[in-house]
Nanobody, 127 residues
């Protein structure tokens, strides 16, 4: 069984950066699609970014984070990362690491595509 544990959340000022980490156990992440969702207060949970395979060409981002966030994976550490820069108050929320098999490219933003979820880590962007 895949277990995902996020870390790295916290309080940061607007314009600042954070790096979220997600450590996986129970299954090699290289065989899975990986991604990040977030729950922003007052809004539905949304897909932030994903990497559908180990190829960089399968990285996708939601429009609001394009150019500011970078997803990556480290096979040796069986971990996933989300580097977040130029953070804004609207990025505040709970960030979830996700993993799944056979995630369809056009539907990666949909929660039901992802079988495994972490417990979430809080990111707060405020001055």
């Amino acid at each position: 069984q895949v277990q995902l544990v996020e870390s790295g959340g916290g309080l940061v000022k607007p314009g600042g950066s954070l790096r979220l980490s997600c450590a996986a156990s129970g299954f090699p992440l290289d065989s899975l699609a990986i991604g990040w969702f977030r729950q922003v207060p007052g809004k539905e949970r949304e897909g932030v970014s994903c990497m559908l395979s180990t190829s960089a060409s399968t990285k996708f981002y939601t429009d609001s984070v394009q150019g500011r966030f970078t997803i990556s994976r480290d096979s040796a550490k069986n971990s996933v990362y989300l580097q977040m820069s130029s953070l804004q108050p609207e990025d505040t929320g709970i960030y979830y690491c996700v993993a799944g098999q056979s995630v369809r490219t056009w539907y990666w933003r949909q929660e039901q595509e992802w079988r495994h979820w972490g417990q979430g880590t809080q990111v707060t962007v405020s001055s």
